[in-house]
């Protein structure tokens, strides 16, 4: 995504992690299930900046991949077995790049801000 972003694209970050407790399971797997949707938000939302073709299959094989892991992170948090949660909606969401780094915030150290989108 760098390359396709060429000079827009953001630098290396520095995250913050402190408001994860490592030690309980269902801290981690809730940030864990935020990320993965916040993932396949992001690309979703991404989708309509791509104007490379090879740019947009390549983050259409990213998303599938990310919704997958937020479906199988669903799962395992479902302990009843069965689920409403697992695929909540019929379609994820396309997230704007203001809301997805919104999201992120709490989690990077860097203050990012959003230009041309």
Same mark, same amino acid.
């Given at each position: ?40 938000? #992001? ?6 900046? &791509? *104007?490379?073709?090879?740019? @947009? %299959?390549? /983050?259409?094989?990213? $998303? ?22 697992? #695929? ?6 396309? &997230? *704007?790049?203001?809301?997805? @780094? %919104?999201? /992120?915030?709490?989690? $990077? ?9």
């Amino acid at each position: 995504m760098k390359a396709a972003l060429g000079t827009s694209a953001i630098p290396d970050l520095t995250v913050n992690f402190s408001a994860i407790n490592f030690a309980n399971r269902d801290s981690v797997l809730a940030t864990a299930q935020t990320f993965e949707d916040l993932g396949v938000g #992001a690309y979703n939302g991404a989708g309509r900046y &791509l *104007t490379n073709e090879a740019f @947009l %299959a390549v /983050a259409g094989k990213i $998303v599938s991949v990310e919704a997958r892991h937020a479906s199988a992170i669903r799962s395992v948090r479902n302990n009843s077995g069965f689920t409403s949660a697992f #695929a909540p909606d019929a379609f994820d969401p396309a &997230l *704007t790049p203001t809301q997805v @780094l %919104a999201a /992120a915030r709490p989690f $990077v150290m860097q203050n990012i801000t959003v230009v041309n989108a």
